[in-house]
């Protein structure tokens, strides 16, 4: 333990302070009650995967100290065989499990793999040992994509309007604290573990709002990013920066950024040599550039081709990535403008360029066409641009479902989206396009914004913890099944947990996400939030502001139309068949009805109910939804730990307060507009 903070051989400690999430030690009883024997041979390893053959001989040696096995010879009879071997396989994450003879045995190619292995024992548990979960037969398990992400929205300075950590509902960052880089980061050490045993490997480590104190990562504080990245190597995790587009001027003098001038590309090749000769194993820049008033190379005339292209250059021969954001969209609309639509913004500034993007350039583009809500459609733009590497973003952080106060768990929701078929029922899906087995079979991989900070439970919300474990689990593999995910993160976490406290909270957290919507904004109409905040109901909180997110809502209807016959066309964005599918109100779904088109609210849905009142029957519902996980709750708090209990019973009353003025903002907005009543003759206010 004394070893904790030499991250060459970081060795899991209990830190009282902190809780465990998914790795408390009892989740390592039955591996470490056993003798384990660990083959790597010597080899010209990376860095990268020489840490990493540390870690696993950490991981074994401090879980056989805690639980009572051995770390044993391969010759001496073991019961569990961890090996490096030379095999064929190309993919230094992949790894094999098989049981035979009393052993389980695990190979992998580099020791990265054999991490994995080494997590997948501790999560199978009992049943990786007994012959029941692994069979003889060698299995194979691989990731689906190289790049799975977790961008920080974090800044050194704490922001005056944003806080430190920009949508961040979990304290402080684990990175930085009074304006400069943490000199403790053993919990950033704690973070890999949790993140390298879900399947994380790149981690942005500042927001994309990148100010002037930040910008200087690059500059007088790349030590402290060298520091970060040292913290992470361990666990296989490659440590990426945010940057703006202004740092040329902001820290070398320059007067202009345009992308096609010699000095700006000799500052960015300069410092991209600096990063790399620091940190050899870096993993590139990510870069918001002309977006909500972050600059770009738009001032200059030049396309974000042409800026992604002249970074890409700047760090190509250190094999860097450039992860360029399409977020961009003009933030200063008109909303008496009703041509334009922000829905319309990243396929436009984006898909006229596919193929002309550097290889290593990958286009993030978030998974719906507006800003991460509870339901939209999916972004018609990771579909336009098969010559291209795009990644899917996603936001873990619940900006706009409900800040880790509500209880609401998305693997059912990212699950979905990730498998939306581009081009009908059985065609390629969004995670098949990032995972490079769409059109074009380029790879970008999967990105989303964390949801951690320095609080006591990592995420606000004990809950929400499942929330980040399920991302790591899905970008490894975009079709697991979310709820099995969930189970999994449920027994790691609390284990000894009973049959019947197991089932409260997949009670909760199972349909939380539908639940969610239910009170929220209705049938894909999105916001309806505060502004600035984005929590709690504010039906027309956004409707005239300059933010191109609006709803229409009069006496007679709402929504948005955004067809071809009669609306802003964005339906045409979409290849076949969702373009007509979405184009006509005879077969557009339900949950997206109000995101295609503007209807009056008699308007009958295909669930046979009119627009009114599926908008009053799903705001009681999702009340009573609410108030049904609470008593399940009540009724098991007894049985968890009692830090979590008191935790997730505060953020209860919270959820309840909140969502009941969910309930009964929206449905007496409705029934103002619409001046038409609950056929139940239920109270509306
Ligand atoms: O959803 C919006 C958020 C901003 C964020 C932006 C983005 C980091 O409200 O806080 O900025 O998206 O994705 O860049």
């Known amino acids: 333990p004394e070893e904790h903070n030499d991250v060459s051989t970081p060795a899991p400690v209990a830190d009282p302070a902190v809780h465990p999430a998914w790795l408390p030690d009892a989740a390592f009883a039955p591996l470490g009650s056993r003798r384990i024997a660990v083959e790597i041979p010597a080899r010209d390893w990376s860095t990268l995967s020489a840490q990493v053959a540390q870690t696993v001989r950490a991981e074994v040696a401090a879980a056989v100290a805690t639980h009572g096995g051995a770390v044993v010879d391969a010759s001496d009879a073991p019961d569990v065989a961890l090996v490096v071997i030379a095999h064929n396989d190309q993919d230094p994450e992949a790894f094999t499990v098989a049981h035979g003879g009393g052993v389980t045995r695990v190979t992998a190619a580099d020791p990265r793999g054999l991490l994995y292995g080494l997590f997948h024992l501790v999560r199978l548990g009992e049943a990786a040992f007994d012959g029941s979960a692994i069979g003889e037969d060698v299995e194979r398990h691989a990731p689906a994509t190289a790049l799975r992400m977790l961008d920080h929205w974090d800044n050194i300075a704490v922001h005056p309007v944003m806080g430190q950590v920009e949508r961040g509902y979990s304290g402080g960052s684990i990175f930085y604290r009074d304006g400069v880089v943490r000199e403790d980061l053993t919990r950033v050490a704690r973070y890999a573990r949790l993140l390298a045993a879900s399947g994380i490997n790149h ?134 403008d009703r041509k334009t639509d922000r829905a319309k913004a990243a396929y436009q500034h984006f898909a006229p360029y596919d193929g002309t993007f550097a290889e290593n350039v990958v286009v993030q583009i978030k998974h719906g066409p507006l800003d991460f809500q509870v339901r939209e459609a999916t972004s018609p733009a990771i579909a336009a641009m098969p010559n291209t590497r795009v990644a899917a973003e996603f936001q873990v952080t619940t900006e706009y479902l409900g800040h880790q106060k509500h209880a609401v768990y998305l693997g059912r929701m990212w699950s979905e989206l990730l498998s939306f078929p581009y081009w009908g029922e059985g065609s390629a899906t969004m995670a098949d396009i990032a995972t490079g087995r769409g059109p074009g079979g380029r790879a970008g991989g999967f990105a989303a914004v964390s949801n951690v900070g320095d609080d006591v439970f990592w995420t606000g919300h004990p809950f929400s913890q499942a929330n980040l474990y399920a991302w790591g689990r899905l970008t490894w593999d975009p079709t697991a099944d979310p709820i099995a995910i969930l189970d999994e993160w449920i027994g790691l976490t609390f284990p000894g947990l ?188």
Not at 284 to 308: M, N
Not at 596 to 611: A, D, E, I, N, Q
Not at 653 to 674: C, H, M, P
Request: glycine content about 10%.
């Open 498 to 685: 009973s049959a019947a406290g197991r089932q409260v909270v997949h009670a909760i957290l199972d349909e939380s996400w539908e639940t969610y919507e239910m009170y929220t904004a209705p049938l894909g109409v999105c916001f309806m939030v505060y502004p600035h905040s984005h929590y709690g109901p504010s039906p027309d909180g956004y409707e005239y502001t300059p933010w191109g997110t609006y709803h229409f809502a009069d006496r007679d209807g709402i929504g948005v139309d955004r067809t071809v016959a009669t609306g802003s066309g964005y339906t045409a964005q979409y290849p076949a068949p969702w373009a007509s599918v979405y184009e006509s109100l005879d077969t557009v779904p339900d949950e997206l009805v109000l995101f295609f088109h503007h209807v009056p609210y008699t308007h009958v849905l295909r669930s046979g109910k009119t627009v009114i009142q599926h908008v009053y029957d799903t705001h009681f519902e999702g009340l009573e939804r609410v108030e049904a996980s609470i008593a399940a709750w009540e009724a098991a708090a007894a049985e968890f730990p009692a830090d979590v209990a008191g935790r997730v019973t505060e953020r209860f009353a919270e959820q309840l307060g909140s969502t009941t003025d969910w309930r009964d903002i929206v449905n007496t907005y409705f029934l103002r507009k619409s001046g038409l009543p609950d056929e139940q003759g239920r109270r509306i206010y």
């Open 203 to 336: 981690v942005a480590v500042n927001n994309v709002n990148v100010g002037p104190l930040e910008t200087r990562l690059l500059g007088d504080l790349l030590p402290d990013v060298v520091r970060i990245a040292d913290v992470f190597r361990p666990y296989g995790i490659q440590t990426h920066v945010s940057v703006s587009w202004a740092a040329p001027g902001r820290l070398g003098g320059l007067e202009t950024s345009d992308p096609f001038d010699a000095g700006v590309q000799q500052w960015w090749a300069d410092a991209a040599d600096r990063v790399w000769a620091a940190i050899p194993d870096f993993g590139g820049f990510v870069i918001k550039a002309d977006s909500e008033g972050q600059p770009g190379p738009f001032v200059y005339g030049r396309t974000h081709a042409d800026g992604a292209n002249m970074l890409a250059a700047a760090v190509a021969k250190h094999g860097g990535l450039i992860h360029w954001r399409a977020f961009v969209y003009n933030h200063e609309q008109n909303w008496r």
